[in-house]
């Protein structure tokens, strides 16, 4: 299995544009999350889907931030628009309900000047 | 509430022996996962090791183990013979165990392997 793909995996861009991060789930997973990564914050649930649905989107910061999961391989996360503030590493995982182990991506490195 | 604390920002080791990281937890469960997590300087989170509560044994996985005390909430790492490619961040998870199935993470343990 290739496990959970990102992509991009960094992003240069400027304040005020759009930002679309995208991820690709294990096969068969049925949990999606979003994470983000600071170094004042460190680790924080954005959002989480079950079997496409989101779940709970309490730790979406702000209305400029949105997550889809049009079907069970594909979810995307977006920003716009986007600030500096938001420059984080942002990473998905998936997880199978009956296992429980979240299995993270390798992270999209975002940086908006 | 339910709350996951590594109390040591930052770990050495030297190269070839032992080292541990604490983590401690607080929740008023009694089945739930708890978990291991490294990120080298590539930022990528690997699963280093898990634990269910309701097994007594500590789970194992080559030089990693665990020492799981369930009464005293306490989950400590434990490396032996360490290498340089051990230097990492370390994050200790636990995992809701019903409902939202949501991970709570401690603010991680800077390992660093000295040769």
């Known amino acids: 299995d290739a496990g959970v793909i990102q992509s991009p995996r960094h992003e240069v861009t400027e304040m005020g544009q759009e930002v679309t991060l995208r991820c690709k789930p294990i096969?068969?997973?049925?949990?999606l999350f979003w994470y983000r990564q600071t170094m004042m914050r460190g680790l924080e649930l954005l959002i989480y889907?079950?079997?496409?649905?989101?779940?709970?989107d309490s730790g979406m910061p702000e209305d400029r931030f949105s997550a889809k999961m049009p079907n069970a391989s594909f979810s995307t996360l977006k920003i716009q628009p986007s600030e500096p503030r938001d420059s984080a590493v942002y990473f998905c995982?998936?997880?199978?309900?009956?296992?429980?182990?979240?299995?993270f991506g390798p992270g999209t490195r975002l940086l908006v000047l | 509430a339910q709350t996951v604390t590594q109390s040591q920002p930052e770990m050495s080791v030297q190269e070839a022996e032992t080292v541990t990281l604490s983590c401690t937890y607080d929740t008023s469960e009694s089945d739930y996962y708890l978990f291991w997590y490294k990120q080298p300087p590539s930022r990528q989170m690997i699963l280093v090791i898990r634990q269910e509560a309701y097994k007594q044994q500590n789970a194992t996985e080559n030089r990693f183990s665990v020492n799981f005390q369930k009464a005293a909430k306490s989950f400590s790492l434990k490396i032996s013979d360490s290498q340089l490619g051990d230097a990492a961040m370390y994050f200790c998870a636990y995992r809701i165990p019903s409902g939202t199935y949501k991970y709570i993470f401690g603010t991680g343990t800077r390992l660093k392997v000295l040769a």
């Open positions: 889907f079950n079997n496409n649905v989101p779940i709970d």
């Open positions: 995982a998936s997880s199978l309900k009956a296992l429980g182990t979240q299995y």
């Open positions: 096969s068969g997973h049925d949990y």
